[in-house]
Each structure stands twice: as C-alpha cells, then as structure tokens.
C-alpha cells in the first residue's frame, strides 16, 4: 500500500480507442492518479492526452498475443501499478486468459475465459437467453455456405460474424439475392474459424444498452442508455445518446450477467421492437463499451469502480440524472454527412448536451478533426 498522500499509478491499455481516452480524461482530471497508456499503434488518441505520464507502444495483440502479453507483464513488473484497465475485446479476452500473469504484479477486476467465450459467442449468447427466458430476435444458423441459397428468412435480415471481432462486421440483406451475395462476401472477407456468420431477422427501433460493475456474481452499480442517432446509420455506434430507466432493459440485463455469475465490467446491448414495444437481446459487450462518457458525465464512474475494487473500497449504486451526450467529431459529423436532416436535431442537442470535445485536453480532439479525410478516403478507396 502506498503511503498516504501518494499517487497510485494506473495501467490503461488500448490507447487507440475514444473509451480509453474518456477512461483517461475522467481520472486524470481528478489529480489523483499517474496513468499511463499503453497501445500498439503509434498514433494513438489517448497518447495525446496531458493526463497520461507514459506511453508504451508494444505488439498488436491480433498478430501476437504471447508477446503482447509477454510485454504487459513486463511494464507490470517495472511500473508498481495498483490496477490495469483493458478496454477492448482482444485485451479483456487476453488479460482474463493470462490472469495469473498479470495478478503477480498488480490487481486485476475480469471476467473469467469461460465467461467471456458465452460474451463473445453470439450463438452462445443467444442460448443463453433462451435458458432463461430473454428475448432476441429470430436467428438462423448455418452449417455450410450452400444454405444461404434456400434458407428462410424475413427480409430485411442482417448477416453478422458469429463472434465478436473488435470492428462492426455487419451486412444487410432486403432481398434473396442480396442475402445470397453479400452473406458469400462476408464469408470470404476473413476466416471465422469454423463458425459461420449467422441470419437474423432486422429490427426496426432504437438501440439501448444496460451497463454494470459487478462483484462476485453480483450486480453492484448499473446505468442504461438509449441511442439517439448512430453511425453507420443503419446500425453502428451511438453518436449521440441519453442515460433513461426502462424496467425491461433492467430486469433481462441483471438476468443475463447474473446467470454467468460475471465479475468486473460489461454492456448488454438490446433494441427495441417498435412493432412490439419488446426489447430484444443483441449482444454482450465483455469490454468497456464505446459509449461509456455518457455514463461518466452522469456519474456512473466504471473506471473509479474498478480502482475502488482494487482498493478494497466499497461500491454503492447511486440514482443518476437524464443526461444526454455527443460524440462529435467521432460520429456526428459522419452521421450527418449521410443524414442531413438531422442538423436541427445535432444543433438543438449541442445547446443542451455534453460532448466529447474537451478545451483544456484538445490535442485528441484536433488528432479526430485531421482523421476526418482519412476516414473517407479509406472508405471510398480501400
């Protein structure tokens, strides 16, 4: 323990991704901590925050996991770290995979391998709901490729990878021959190890997500969320979204995590059928989810969690303010390239919103602003 006055030092890992960043900005804005960041691409969002004391730029854990870890542990051991905060998929499944590593040199709050296999698994996830009883729209599985040709489905359906990849791998379909095509291209884009990409009937309704610390298998704090736009327009990350309270949402999320009994950080992700008012079970986010500064600004803080956790401090669940929140040069300005119309809506939210745009850290944000070309020239000529 160190003594008292002293700054406890943080490890956060995946410095490249906006929730890092937000990670990053909410605890070092308090003064109470030396963060240091670690990420395997060079130009990294979070290395240009004034929060963070050291970067550490080390192997990209898709190409090498063993010597990502490998290198992890090593920072560990030089570092006297009270905790380490993975935030993307490949390092939450890494760092539970490699635990006992990792808990030689500092604390450690994460699901267990088996846990996070149900999360990544989609096929996993869905037979789980339907143990226990949690809505998820219609879902069709094939065994080989050839079944796309006479499968039966709903259109418009959507194609999507049977486990978590770290990026959004979705199609849609609104007709056979579409279905037939694009599921055939998906297939041949990467190799999913066995398991094939699966069909699911769209939902048509807003997307909302349940957040929760848990402990032991037991729900400590917990936040929810609904979209209010998203980029990919058709279904992708919230560019703007609004903490609210929904029985549903509530109930199916604590029956899902507390039926794999889960341990440290996770979003369940549902959508709402606007023809059935039913909220339908998507997915398990075994991460921190992309939207995690809305509940930071409303006072759910699921990074202080896990350094209270570390602390051997207690974890109380408070009610929280409807707040809403904008990531602006993230998600809005693509969202409104493709929609427009909705420049009354981002500007009447901007008035009444907080956003990710921070004057006193604005280095990252002046990093997004120069991404923007970028972003497009990769999506039109790559």
Not at 207 to 236: D, N, Q, T
Request: aromatic share 14%; with cysteine; glycine share 6%.
């Amino acid at each position: 323990m160190k003594e008292s006055g002293a700054k406890h030092k943080i490890l956060v890992l995946d410095g490249d991704h906006k929730n890092a960043l937000a990670i990053v900005r909410h605890l070092g804005r308090t003064g109470r901590y030396i963060i240091d960041v670690v990420s395997c691409y060079k130009y990294s969002i979070s290395f240009l925050s004034k929060y963070i004391t050291h970067k550490f730029l080390i192997t990209n854990p898709d190409q090498n996991p063993e010597k990502y870890i490998d290198e992890i542990v090593s920072i560990l051991q030089k570092g006297n770290y009270l905790t380490i905060i993975p935030v993307s998929h490949i390092s939450f499944r890494l760092c539970s995979l490699y635990s006992s590593r990792i808990r030689n040199h500092t604390y450690l709050t994460i699901a267990s391998p088996e846990q996070i296999e149900v999360a990544t698994s989609k096929i996993k996830t869905y037979q789980l709901a339907e143990k226990i009883g949690v809505p998820y729209p219609e879902t069709k599985e094939l065994k080989n490729i050839d079944e796309i040709e006479k499968i039966e489905i709903e259109f418009p359906c959507v194609i999507k990878s049977p486990v978590e990849t770290g990026k959004t791998l979705v199609y849609y379909a609104n007709n056979r021959d579409e279905l037939v095509k694009k599921y055939r291209k998906m297939c041949a884009s990467r190799n999913f190890d066995g398991a094939l990409p699966f069909i699911q009937k769209y939902i048509e309704g807003e997307g909302a997500g349940f957040f929760a610390f848990y402990k032991k298998g037991r729900c400590l704090s917990w936040f929810m969320h609904r979209r209010i736009r998203e980029y990919p327009v058709k279904g992708g990350p919230s560019t703007a979204a609004e903490g609210f309270y929904n029985e549903q949402i509530l109930k199916h999320g604590r029956q899902i995590l507390d039926e794999l009994k889960w341990e440290g950080v996770a979003m369940v992700e549902f959508k709402k059928d606007n023809r059935t008012g039913i909220y339908n079970l998507m997915e398990i986010n075994a991460k921190f989810w992309g939207s995690l500064d809305l509940a930071l600004v409303s006072g759910v803080n699921f990074p202080q969690m896990l350094i209270d956790d570390a602390m051997g401090q207690s974890i109380l669940h408070e009610e929280y303010p409807v707040k809403r929140f904008q990531w602006i040069l993230n998600g809005e300005f693509f969202h409104l390239v493709e929609r427009p119309w909705h420049l009354g809506a981002f500007f009447y939210d901007l008035l009444r919103s907080k956003n990710d745009i921070w004057l006193r850290d604005i280095k990252p944000n002046l990093y997004q602003l120069v991404y923007i070309p970028v972003h497009y020239y990769k999506k039109c000529f790559l």
